[in-house]
C-alpha cells in the first residue's frame, strides 16, 4: 500500500451542491448494495436515510461539509470494503442519532424493529460513567466489546466508523487527532485484524502513524515513492518465470505486487535496527489460484513447489496457515524466497475463497460457513470471549488489558498430551495451558512437561509445544501467579480464589474491628465500612478488613471518630483534608483542559506550570510531545511516540494537554546515541573530536565494546534540542565507518 490516500472532499460548495453531492454519495451507496437488495430493502434504506438526514440536517463536520456524509460513507464501507448487508446498513446510517440528535432508541424500535434498535444501543456511547477508578473512553471501549458476542456486526459498523473518522481527520485539533490515532493503533487496529479485516487494519495502522509520528510516516512515503517506479520493474522481473510456470500447469491463478504498509516498515526498521534500504521484504507477492473447494490445499502446495522450483526459500520464514487456519478464518502459505539481486521477497499463496475471507474477514467467513458442520476456531474464540465476559468484574481499564492481552494478540498453536489442538494468545505460559484445560487444573498446577522436559509454571509456550500439567492437591493460587499468567480466563480465576482466601482473613479483621468500634459505641454496617476504607484511602471494604486482619492498619484513628446512632462521623480535620485534596486535584485538571489552551514549555513566554519529562521517553525540545495531567505527580510530558503513549491517549484522553516547545539555548538535555561500526583505528577519536571539538556537546557517559572487529558505543550528551541532535547524527554518519547511530532514552 502506498502512502495512504487522503479521502477527504475539501467542501466550499453552495447549498445546491451540497445537496446534490449527498444524493451522489447515498446513490453509490445503493449501487454497491444492488445484489444484496431484496424486496422491500430499498424503500427501508430510503426510510433510514431520510431519519438520518433530517436529524444530522443543522449539524456539520469539522471540516465543514454537511454531517449526513459521514453515515453514509460509514455505511458504503460497511457494504464495499467489510462485505455486510441491508440491515447493517441501515444501522450505520442511523449510528450517530440517538447519540447526537432527538431521534430515541425507541424511534428506531418501532421503525425498524428490535434487532436493529439493540445495535443501534451497542454503538450508542455512554455519556456518563459512575466509577471513579475508570474512564468514560474505557467504559465505551468495554460497552463495545461486550456486544461482541451479541451480535458482531456492532464492531464491525464500528470499524468503518472509526476508519472513516481517520480517513477525515486532518480538520481537526492536535489533541483530538493524538487521541483517537492512540485509541486507533491501541484497540481498534488489532480488533480489525482479528476479525480477519487486514486491509482495513493496515490503513488503520498506517494513518495513525501519520498522525502520532508525521516525520517518520513522512520520510518513509516518500521513499516508497521515490523506489516505485525500480519496484515495479523488479516485481515484474520476479512475477514472470512464475506466470509462465503456472500457466504451464494449467492454473487459472491473479498475482498481485504490493508494497508492505509504512507501519510495518517502521516496525522492522526499529526492531531489526537497519535503515529502509536494507528492510530485506519491502513488498510481497500474493498468487490466488482459483480452485475446486476439494483441491485447495493441494493446489497451493504445488503453486508452493513451483515457486520454490524457481527461488530458493528461506526454511525458518514459512508460514502454513493451510493446515492451521488463524481463529479469524485466515489461511494461506506464506513463504520468504531469494529473488533476483539478491533480494528476499515474501510470497503469499491463496485460493479465492481464502482470498475473499483475507479481505472482507468475518462477513465472508459465515459465508462460506453456512452448510457446514464443524465448529470453526472463529466460533471457539468466541466462546472463548463469551466465557471471559461473562465472569468480568472490576473496572474498565483492567478489562480492556485483560481483553487486549487474551484475545487481540495473535495466537499459538498447542497440544495436550493426546494430542488436542489448543489456542493461546502469544505469550501464554504452562499456567495458562492449565487453566484452559479446566479451572481445578489450573489452581492445583506445579509444574508442566513440555515437549517431555521439566518446565516452571511460568514457562512461555511456543507454537507446535506439546503440553502435559503436573498437580499438586497441596497446591493453591498466589498473588504472583497474576504476573506468570496473560489469558482472561486465567487471571479471572485466580483473581476469585485469591478473593475467596481474603474473604476468610477479612473475617478476622471484622472481629478486630468490631472490638474497637465497641469502644465509641459504634457499629459494623455497610455505610461505616465504607466510611472507613474512604478514610483509609482503600478501594473497597474487603480491603478493609483484610488489612485490619493482617496487622497492616492499627485503627488508632478511630479514638477521633464519634458515632451517633448507626453512623460514623469522620473526626473534623480529616475532612478538611480529603475536600482540599479532591478540589485541587480537580482545577488543577480543569486548568490545564481550558479550552483552546496550548502549554508552552520552556522560552520566556512559557507558562508557570510546574511540569516534569517523562522518564520513559526523555523528551527533547523539538519533539512532537504532549501534555499529560497525572495524579499526584502533576503534568508530565511525553513524546507522541512513546511507548506508553497509545495507553495514555486511549485511555485517557480528557487529562492530554496541548503542548509545544519555545526555543530556549540555555538549557541542556540529557540524551543518548547508539553507535554502531567497523572497529577502525582511530574511529573513537573520530567521534569525540566531532562531538566534543568541532559541535562543542558535552559528553556525561560513554562506553565502547568491540567484538569481531564490529564496535558499539553508547553515548550520552547534554543537546539544547532535537534540531542539534539531528545535525550531530547526520554528521557521525558522515564519518567512515560508521553504519548507525540511533537515539536511545537514557536511563
Known amino acids: ?360 474477514g468475518l462477513a465472508a467467513h459465515w459465508k462460506y460457513k453456512e452448510g457446514a458442520t464443524d465448529e470453526s476456531r472463529f466460533d471457539k474464540w468466541f466462546q472463548q470471549i463469551r466465557e471471559a465476559i461473562s465472569n468480568q468484574e472490576g473496572n474498565s481499564l483492567d478489562f480492556l488489558q485483560d481483553f487486549k492481552t487474551s484475545f487481540l494478540a495473535e495466537e499459538i498453536y498447542v497440544y495436550t498430551p493426546k494430542g488436542d489442538v489448543k489456542m493461546l494468545p502469544i505469550g501464554a505460559t504452562a499456567l495458562d495451558f492449565a487453566f484452559m484445560v479446566h479451572s481445578a487444573v489450573g489452581s492445583r498446577c506445579i509444574g508442566a512437561k513440555v515437549n517431555h522436559k521439566l518446565v516452571p509454571i511460568g514457562h512461555k509456550l511456543r507454537s507446535g509445544d506439546q503440553i502435559e500439567i503436573i498437580t499438586s492437591a497441596k497446591q493453591k493460587p498466589s498473588q504472583e501467579w497474576l504476573n506468570q499468567v496473560v489469558t482472561s480466563k486465567a487471571k479471572q480465576k485466580i483473581k476469585d480464589t485469591l478473593k475467596e482466601e481474603k474473604r476468610k482473613v477479612a473475617e478476622d479483621g471484622k472481629h478486630i474491628l468490631q472490638k474497637k468500634l465497641d469502644h465509641i459505641n459504634g457499629k459494623i454496617t455497610q455505610h461505616n465500612l465504607e466510611e472507613l476504607a474512604s478514610f483509609y484511602k482503600l478501594n473497597s471494604t474487603l480491603d478493609l478488613l483484610y488489612d485490619i486482619a493482617i496487622k497492616k492498619i492499627d485503627l488508632k484513628e478511630l479514638k477521633d471518630f464519634t458515632a451517633s446512632g448507626d453512623r460514623l462521623f469522620f473526626p473534623k480535620p480529616a475532612v478538611k483534608e480529603v475536600v482540599e485534596e479532591t478540589v485541587t486535584a480537580d482545577v488543577t485538571a480543569r486548568t490545564y483542559n481550558k479550552k483552546d489552551a496550548e502549554l508552552i514549555i520552556f522560552g520566556e513566554s512559557s507558562d508557570k506550570i510546574m511540569y516534569t519529562l517523562a522518564n520513559c521517553c526523555k523528551p527533547i525540545p523539538g519533539d512532537d510531545v504532549f501534555g499529560f495531567v497525572t495524579t499526584g505527580e502533576g503534568l508530565k510530558i511525553h513524546r507522541t511516540n512513546c511507548p506508553n503513549a497509545a495507553r495514555l491517549l486511549s485511555n485517557y484522553g480528557h487529562r492530554v494537554v496541548k503542548t509545544k516547545w519555545a526555543k530556549n539555548k540555555e538549557i541542556s538535555f540529557l540524551t543518548g546515541l547508539k553507535i554502531i561500526g567497523l572497529d577502525d583505528v582511530g574511529v573513537i577519536h573520530k567521534i569525540t573530536n566531532l562531538i566534543s571539538g568541532e559541535m562543542k556537546f558535552n559528553i556525561s557517559a560513554m562506553t565502547i565494546e568491540a567484538v569481531d572487529g564490529i564496535f558499539r558505543g553508547n553515548l550520552k550528551i547534554f543537546v539544547h534540542d532535537k534540531e542539534e541532535l539531528d545535525e550531530l547524527c547526520k554528521r557521525l554518519m558522515a564519518l567512515s565507518g560508521i553504519e548507525r547511530v540511533d537515539r536511545y532514552d537514557t536511563e
Not at 453515515?71 to 447519540?99: F, N, Q, W, Y
Not at 466489546?145 to 459498523?157: F, G
Request: glycine content about 4%; hydrophobic content about 35%; overall charge neutral.
Open 1 to 360: 500500500m502506498e502512502a495512504v490516500i487522503d479521502k477527504t472532499i475539501k467542501y466550499n460548495l453552495s447549498e445546491e451542491e451540497e445537496k446534490k453531492e449527498i444524493l451522489r454519495q447515498y446513490r453509490g451507496l445503493l449501487k454497491e448494495l444492488k445484489p444484496k437488495l431484496k424486496q422491500g430493502d430499498k424503500e427501508l434504506i430510503r426510510t433510514a436515510f431520510e431519519i438520518a438526514a433530517e436529524a444530522h440536517k443543522t449539524m456539520r463536520r469539522k471540516s465543514g461539509e454537511p454531517y449526513i456524509l459521514h453515515p453514509v460513507a460509514v455505511a458504503k464501507i460497511c457494504v464495499e470494503e467489510i462485505g455486510l448487508g441491508v440491515r447493517s446498513t441501515i444501522c450505520a446510517l442511523l449510528h450517530d442519532t440517538v447519540e447526537d440528535t432527538d431521534v430515541t432508541l425507541e424511534d428506531i424500535q418501532l421503525e425498524f424493529g428490535v434487532e436493529i434498535a439493540k445495535i443501534i444501543d451497542g454503538l450508542t456511547k455512554i455519556s456518563h460513567v459512575i466509577d471513579n477508578n475508570t474512564t468514560q473512553q474505557a467504559e465505551n471501549f468495554k460497552k463495545i466489546l461486550l456486544t461482541l458476542t451479541d451480535d458482531p456486526r456492532v464492531i464491525l459498523i464500528k470499524l468503518a466508523d472509526r476508519l472513516h473518522n481517520m480517513r477525515t481527520m486532518d480538520s481537526m485539533k492536535r489533541e483530538k487527532q493524538l487521541k483517537i490515532a492512540s485509541e486507533t493503533i491501541y484497540v481498534y487496529a488489532p480488533l480489525a485484524h482479528r476479525m480477519g479485516l487486514y486491509a482495513i487494519k493496515t490503513e488503520m495502522e498506517d494513518l495513525s502513524m501519520k498522525y502520532l509520528e508525521p516525520e517518520t510516516y513522512r520520510a518513509i512515503a516518500k521513499k516508497l515513492n521515490d523506489t516505485k517506479r525500480e519496484r515495479t520493474r523488479y516485481i515484474n522481473d520476479f512475477i514472470r518465470p512464475l506466470k509462465e510456470k503456472l500457466e504451464k500447469a494449467g492454473f487459472t491463478f491473479e498475482i498481485q505486487g504490493r508494497p508492505k504498509s509504512i507501519h510495518s516498515i517502521s516496525n522492522k526498521i526499529q526492531k531489526k535496527g537497519v535503515p529502509f534500504e536494507e528492510v530485506y521484504d519491502l513488498f510481497a507477492i500474493r498468487i490466488i489460484v482459483d480452485s475446486p473447494a476439494e483441491k485447495e490445499k493441494e493446489d497451493c502446495w504445488k503453486v508452493y513447489s513451483m515457486i520454490t522450483d524457481e527461488y530458493n526459500p528461506s526454511p525458518e520464514r514459512l508460514r502454513d496457515w493451510l493446515s492451521n487456519p488463524k481463529s479469524n478464518g485466515y489461511e494461506a502459505l506464506h513463504t520468504t524466497v531469494m529473488g533476483p539481486q539478491g533480494k528476499w521477497v515474501e510470497v503469499q499463496i491463496r485460493t479465492k475463497r481464502m482470498n475473499e475471507i483475507a479481505e472482507k
